[in-house]
């Protein structure tokens, strides 16, 4: 069952913050955060394993929240960097990774 | 440190040809993914590969496709007699473990135009 995103496009002026939410209707063992920048390859930004854990890379942050087998990733002071589109995927254990279809971050200066 | 390498980054074929795309893991990785993205799409897996073992094909179609992971030497996707419905982004990724939850590496992608 592939992770439904929202939204599926936000557009932010430099500075401001956004939130990317990934909901599954299947139990999740992991979640899984991804950016992909227009014609390159995705690129890996964290991964949680554990109900409640949240981790940070720089200004990105994400959470899981396993009961409702959800995550948000957290994006603070947006940068210019930070356009792109961000995947989720998730996890069952044992098993492969389904990416959700995606959300468009455009950052205006 | 090399990161995971895909070759061609452009392949063009016309219907009925054959595709071939090659994919070599980072230095110790030896797990390989193959993904295949459409334009405004996700990744949408298709086979988990060990070295010499097919691990998960559950995303390939049933036809004209086929992978493998040699002892020596890249991945390949195959795929056979190609329509235009083929025509995509396919990814590599590798992980120095499989399943379980580590980060994978992604190549830059073969870019397949079917004419």
């Known amino acids: 069952q592939q992770p439904v995103q929202s939204p599926q496009a936000v557009i932010l002026r430099e500075g401001e913050d956004a939130v990317i939410n990934c909901s599954s209707s299947?139990?999740?063992?992991?979640v899984h955060w991804y950016r992909q920048k227009h014609g390159e390859a995705p690129v890996f930004l964290m991964i949680?394993?554990?109900?409640?854990e949240q981790k940070g890379h720089e200004k990105i942050s994400a959470s899981f929240n396993e009961k409702k087998q959800q995550s948000s990733l957290y994006l603070t002071a947006s940068q210019l960097s930070y356009s792109g589109t961000y995947f989720c995927?998730?996890?069952?254990?044992?098993?492969?990774?389904?990416f959700g279809k995606g959300t468009r971050l455009h950052i205006l200066p | 440190n090399a990161g995971v390498m895909q070759n061609p980054r452009h392949l063009v074929r016309r219907r009925g040809q054959e595709a071939r795309l090659r994919c070599s893991p980072m230095?110790?990785?030896?797990?390989v993914y193959w993904y295949r993205q459409l334009p405004e799409e996700g990744l949408k897996f298709m086979v988990y590969?060990?070295?010499?073992?097919?691990?998960?094909e559950s995303g390939m179609p049933k036809e004209r496709f086929s992978a493998e992971f040699p002892k020596e030497g890249p991945s390949i996707l195959r795929i056979q007699q190609v329509v235009r419905g083929d025509s995509a982004a396919y990814f590599c990724?590798?992980?120095?473990?499989?399943?379980?939850?580590?980060?994978?590496?992604f190549g830059p992608g073969t870019r397949l135009t079917v004419t």
């Open positions: 299947k139990a999740l063992y992991s």
């Open positions: 949680l394993l554990k109900g409640g």
């Open positions: 995927g998730t996890e069952r254990r044992d098993d492969k990774i389904i």
């Open positions: 230095k110790g990785h030896s797990h």
């Open positions: 590969l060990q070295k010499e073992n097919i691990i998960d």
């Open positions: 990724a590798s992980s120095p473990v499989g399943r379980d939850s580590y980060e994978q590496y």
